[in-house]
């Protein structure tokens, strides 16, 4: 069965610094979002893409993150700096069909 | 959207029914049931849907009662690694944006 592959599956790095993650949705899934879980709760949506456009990015940090989506395929979320605060379960999923998602494994960071 | 109220656990013995209840009074005509689970270390998974019928599927059946302000996602023989955190979502069909609330911890035991 297809999966949507996120890397890294961990990451840590230091306060102040860049750190992207990416994602490869299922094939002909137009739809991507990027979600943030912190240990806890519930996911967050950040962003949602329909093919390379962005259709929500209502509760991105737009001041230190950034998400793109170039040619409708892959993904990469960017925090530049990183904080403390951003410590968290970082999941990408993608639809071809608005009732049902499906999420990749998640990358784990944590900010030092 | 409207919001979901669940138990903040669970637990139910290994071969049994797990029986996941979730409030959703203020829900409106237009808005559909969903639930997803999260096995530990692992992204959401979808589960099942549904507006107003009951509905069945592999993994589970969801019951909405006839007002609609309640639904329970039933697990008929509940295993081992059903052990996950379990999400009510409601939302329109159409709007694509899932929002997730704590869910139910449901632990199911040898």
């Known amino acids: 069965e297809a999966e949507v592959a996120q890397s890294p599956r961990y990451k840590i790095t230091e306060k102040s610094q860049a750190v992207a993650f990416w994602c490869d949705p299922i094939s002909g899934h137009a739809t991507l979002y990027w979600y943030r879980q912190i240990l806890g709760q519930g996911p967050e949506l950040l962003v949602q893409f329909q093919d390379e456009s962005v259709v929500d990015d209502s509760q991105l940090p737009k001041d230190r993150f950034s998400a793109e989506r170039l040619k409708g395929v892959d993904s990469t979320l960017k925090i530049q700096p990183a904080e403390l605060g951003d410590s968290a379960m970082y999941l990408c999923a993608s639809s071809s069909e608005v009732e049902k998602l499906f999420f990749g494994s998640g990358t784990q960071l944590s900010v030092l | 959207d409207a919001k979901t109220t669940q138990p903040p656990s669970m637990d139910c013995a290994e071969g049994r029914a797990a029986n996941l209840p979730c409030n959703h009074s203020t829900i409106s005509g237009n808005e559909y049931v969903y639930w997803y689970r999260q096995i530990h270390s692992q992204g959401p998974q979808y589960i099942i849907h549904?507006?107003?019928n009951n509905e069945t599927n592999e993994m589970a059946s969801l019951i909405i009662t006839e007002d609609r302000k309640s639904s329970t996602l039933i697990l008929p023989h509940a295993t081992l690694r059903d052990t996950a955190v379990y999400y009510c979502?409601?939302?329109?069909?159409?709007?694509?944006?899932?929002?997730f609330g704590q869910g139910t911890r449901l632990t199911i035991n040898p």
């Open positions: 979502i409601v939302k329109v069909q159409g709007a694509q944006k899932l929002v």
């Open positions: 549904g507006l107003k």
